[in-house]
């Protein structure tokens, strides 16, 4: 089993739709929580950090984090057209030489 | 303008030659990594550094190299070693350990024929 798995998409959506990306993991130890944006052919850039379990809002953005279910989402409401491109899960321990474990990441699509 | 400048944005090289991509940053972040994506595949880890005159290997180091002379800056050289080379290259910093936010670079879009 992978550590992070993330659907693999490619996810289209009409204009103002809600969007939901999920990914799950198997190591428990992780507790800090990113979500990434990558438009084509660019770096990546943070959207969302979250630490431990909760829910962060940020604009049209929520990201969720359960622990108990090794789940995270990243929620978009009234999704737009500038949203269409690959969204990246990524989490990490902590601590001394922990590393960032990234999701292979999913293609989003939003429709005008 | 703070951030992160990764140079050249496409680079091309023949199979047997050695590249060195660039990776400079004026965040003032004590750590920076190298990753590697390849389509389907995410980002896996090249090599990192938390701080100067030190940096670890990552998950697929084998066929690189790099330095950290100075706080700003953390080079990639490609060597003829690796197999694979052709790739997109991303450069990424944090203001401290390997767990915080990490901001990239624009990418360095590698090819060798």
């Known amino acids: 089993q992978k550590e992070v798995e993330q659907d693999p998409g490619p996810l289209s959506v009409p204009e103002g739709a809600i969007v939901s990306l999920n990914c799950t993991y198997s190591?428990?130890?992780?507790?800090?929580f990113m979500w990434y944006r990558q438009y084509s052919r660019k770096g990546p850039e943070l959207l969302m950090y979250?630490?431990?379990?909760g829910n962060k809002e940020d604009g049209r953005f929520t990201a969720q984090v359960d622990k108990s279910s090794k789940y995270i989402s990243l929620f978009i409401r009234d999704s737009q057209p500038s949203d269409s491109a690959t969204y990246l899960c990524a989490m990490s321990a902590g601590g001394a030489n922990s590393k960032l474990t990234f999701g292979k990441g999913i293609t989003l699509s939003v429709r005008p | 303008d703070g951030g992160i400048t990764q140079s050249p944005k496409y680079l091309f090289r023949k199979e047997g030659q050695n590249v060195t991509l660039s990776c400079e940053q004026n965040l003032n972040h004590d750590a920076m990594y190298w990753y590697r994506q390849d389509p389907g595949q995410g980002l896996r880890l090249i090599y990192y550094?938390?701080?100067?005159?030190?940096?670890q290997k990552g998950d697929i180091a084998e066929g690189y190299s790099v330095s950290r002379e100075k706080k700003e800056s953390f080079p990639l050289t490609v060597t003829s070693a690796q197999k694979n080379p052709t790739a997109f290259y991303l450069c990424a910093s944090s203001i401290r350990g390997t767990f915080d936010e990490q901001y990239f670079g624009p990418g360095t879009r590698l090819t060798v024929t």
């Open positions: 550094s938390q701080i100067v005159n030190d940096f």
């Open positions: 190591n428990s130890a992780f507790q800090y």
């Open positions: 979250t630490y431990s379990s």
